[in-house]
């Protein structure tokens, strides 16, 4: 593959495709073609499934950026994508087979997600009540996006995405990074994920991984730092 590879963005939970205006206009830019995916959070498997046939609808390479459980969506849906040259995982999980996103934030200390968070109930596909989680308003700022303005914080909070609790307990069924270079943006301020845990992955994945003192909302509060990395992973 000589095209320059179509960067594909994924969102994480409590957010959405807005949350990389910033890292899209670096990318546009630099004449990199990119599309910023709407990640259902619905359910790790199926979520994947809907990325990956995002992928598929592109001609050409791909890179895969995921942010946060994005980065589980991502690790899965690439499994046996050929067209997929790097994965890019932004204060994201990058879980192994068998494990789910609330395992890998329980595995070190320093979370402080689950208070923050308030459940709902909806109506899963099969008619019964399921459940998802929201980060409480008046909590977002603190928990999620501590370095982002204020004003573009509480808009955040009130256009959040919430996640189905289904998705975070629901085990990865592939793990990509095993067969695909993968690059990893590590925040040292993450409230959601412990800075220890992104450590620990990125080591795992044997990911090219840079820290940045950013709190989770890194592609909101520094999207310099993710646009670099992403370019990095689309010229390797």
Do not use: C
Not at 47 to 61: E, H, L, M, R, T
Not at 102 to 127: H, I, N, Q
Request: glycine fraction near 8%; charge should be negative; hydrophobic fraction near 50%.
């Amino acid at each position: 593959m000589t095209a320059t590879p179509t960067v594909v963005l994924v969102h994480g939970a409590f957010a959405d495709s807005s949350s990389y205006n910033g890292v899209i206009e670096t990318l546009a830019a630099q004449g990199i073609p990119v599309l910023a995916a709407a990640n259902p959070l619905r359910g790790l498997a199926s979520d994947a499934a809907y990325i990956a046939s995002v992928v598929d609808s592109i001609d050409g390479p791909v890179v895969l950026a995921g942010h946060s459980y994005g980065g589980s969506v991502i690790t899965v849906a690439a499994q046996g994508k050929s067209q997929v040259t790097a994965l890019v995982y932004l204060a994201a999980f990058i879980p192994e087979v068998g494990e789910s996103a609330l395992e890998l934030t329980d595995k070190f200390p320093g979370s402080t997600l689950g208070p923050t968070t308030r459940p709902a109930t909806y109506p899963g596909a099969d008619g019964v009540e399921a459940t998802e989680l929201y980060i409480r308003r008046d909590e977002f700022p603190g928990q999620f996006a501590a370095d982002v303005p204020a004003a573009t914080a509480a808009a955040m909070a009130v256009t959040q995405r919430p996640i189905a609790l289904g998705a975070l307990q629901e085990a990865a069924q592939a793990a990509a990074w095993q067969d695909i270079p993968a690059y990893a943006l590590l925040t040292t301020e993450d409230k959601n994920i412990p800075i220890e845990a992104q450590r620990f992955m990125a080591e795992r994945a044997g990911a090219e991984a840079t820290e940045v003192a950013a709190s989770h909302a890194v592609t909101v509060a520094r999207p310099d730092a993710a646009a670099e990395l992403i370019l990095r992973a689309v010229r390797r």
